[in-house]
T-cell receptor, first 116, second 110 residues
């Protein structure tokens, strides 16, 4: 158990809909990262928050948005869903946001999104 | 820019040794990571190299050559449970996020 909690574990929805994925980082971790993993693309970095502020952006679509709340939990909002958005969405946390010696990320179990 | 390359698939037999290679091109360098991911599960941290050389951790070792932009993960005394995807990763230029390669799927057979 990494200590990172993601909900829901599974989600099935229809095209055009909107969903929210939630992540609670490990106790004491200030940074939250969101990744998307689909079969043909590998683990794609979406966005990072550090202590409530957006720190880095990766290949995140404009239909997707995220935020980190004062209690450090984070939500990833996916809207106008398309079939291609079906994937496993991982949240990870670490203590600091930039270039620490270990930089180890602790991953949650993921939220599997299926868009029909 | 950033580019991380590793083989897509490898196969090996129980008890054998396998080496998974990774080449990377990054604008800045803050270390090279290896993660293990079993199908449908979360990635788990295996190793981190920031200096050249070999880091050994039990059956797993990781090597880094910064001048060549090259790393490998060495798995010894392979077991069936080692069948998984092995992900090579490096920090982005700003050092704010880990960027992963597409992973190498290792299949261990008896």
């Amino acid at each position: 158990d990494s200590g990172v909690t993601q909900t829901p574990k599974h989600l099935i929805t229809a095209t055009g809909q909107r969903v929210t994925l939630r992540c609670s980082p490990r106790s004491g971790d200030l940074s939250v990262y969101w990744y998307q993993q689909s079969l043909d693309q590998g683990l794609q970095f979406l966005i990072q928050y550090y202590n409530g502020e957006e720190r880095a952006k990766g290949n995140i679509l404009e239909r997707f948005s995220a935020q980190q709340f004062p209690d450090l939990h984070s939500e990833l909002n996916l809207s106008s869903l398309e079939l291609g958005d079906s994937a496993l969405y991982f949240c990870a946390s670490s203590v600091k946001g930039t270039g620490v010696p270990t930089g180890e990320l602790f991953f949650g179990e993921g939220s599997r999104l299926t868009v029909l | 820019g950033q580019n991380i390359d590793q083989p897509t698939e490898m196969t090996a037999t129980e008890g054998a040794i396998v080496q998974i290679n990774c080449t990377y091109q990054t604008s800045g360098f803050n270390g090279l990571f290896w993660y293990q991911q079993h199908a449908g599960e979360a990635p788990t941290f295996l190793s981190y190299n920031v200096l050249d050389g070999l880091e050994e951790k039990g059956r797993f070792s990781s090597f880094l050559s910064r001048s060549k932009g090259y790393s490998y993960l060495l798995l010894k005394e392979l077991q069936m449970k080692d069948s998984a995807s092995y992900l090579c990763a490096a920090f982005n230029q700003a050092g704010t996020a880990l960027i992963f390669g597409k992973g190498t799927t290792l299949s261990v057979s008896s």
